[in-house]
């Protein structure tokens, strides 16, 4: 059983539209929440959080981490083109591990 | 430039022959990953490394070695490549901050193939 599910798998929207990305996870020892961009490349960074930083925004992106429900949402407002891509969350384990484990993403198209 | 280098980018062997991949940062982190990625499997961890000669088990880990002897170098090693290890693998590294994993940054990842 997956430990990190996101969804949608794939979304496609018309730019200028507001699109909301979810990633679910399990709480065993869990120590961090992060969201990364993959272009046609390498994994890039967006945001880390954690049970003392629920909040982040950088942008017209923005993420929630909802420790209640074990989630966390990527808001990506005013798409454009360029944010074509796909999106992938991690879970941080903790404990006496430091284990990062993946979504298998959502691949978000922006149609002009 | 702060950069994960990984060499090499493309690679087209056959099966049995034993293979390195390298990977070196130059921004002192602690922490290094290999994952690799498939279609429709997402990114998934290899192996991790919290310090020197400190390394531990990922998510897939059969069939692959490594080692840290050196903070900078994390090299991966596949002893006897097999088809299904046909895939794109990605070098990371980060500081550990709070006993917690930060941004990584990862290589260009290097695209294996096993004949």
């Known amino acids: 059983e997956d430990k990190v599910v996101q969804s949608p798998l794939s979304l496609v929207v018309h730019e200028g539209d507001t699109v909301t990305l979810n990633c679910s996870y399990e709480?065993?020892?869990?120590?961090?929440l992060l969201w990364y961009k993959q272009e046609k490349k390498a994994p890039t960074f967006l945001f880390m959080l954690?049970?003392?930083?629920i909040e982040k925004k950088s942008g017209r992106l923005s993420s929630i981490l909802d420790k209640k429900e074990l989630s966390s949402i990527l808001n990506i407002t005013a798409t454009q083109t360029g944010d074509s891509a796909i999106y992938l969350c991690?879970?941080?384990?903790?404990?006496?591990?430091?284990?990062?484990?993946f979504g298998k993403g959502t691949l978000l198209t922006v149609n002009p | 430039e702060a950069q994960v280098t990984q060499n090499p980018r493309y690679l087209i062997t056959v099966t049995g022959k034993k293979l390195t991949v390298t990977c070196s940062q130059n921004?002192?982190?602690?922490?290094m990953s290999w994952y690799r990625q498939d279609p429709g499997l997402g990114l998934r961890q290899i192996y991790y490394?919290?310090?020197?000669?400190?390394?531990d088990k990922g998510d897939v880990p059969e069939g692959y070695k490594v080692s840290r002897k050196e903070k900078r170098n994390f090299p991966l090693i596949l002893e006897s490549p097999s088809p299904n290890q046909t895939s794109l693998y990605f070098c990371?590294?980060?500081?550990?901050?709070?006993?917690?994993?930060?941004?990584?940054?990862f290589g260009p990842g290097t695209r294996l193939t096993v004949l």
């Open positions: 990371a590294s980060s500081l550990l901050a709070g006993g917690r994993v930060g941004e990584q940054f």
């Open positions: 709480v065993t020892n869990f120590r961090s």
């Open positions: 954690t049970s003392s930083g």
């Open positions: 991690a879970e941080g384990s903790g404990g006496s591990n430091y284990k990062l484990t």
């Open positions: 921004m002192n982190h602690e922490y």
């Open positions: 490394s919290m310090n020197v000669e400190v390394t």
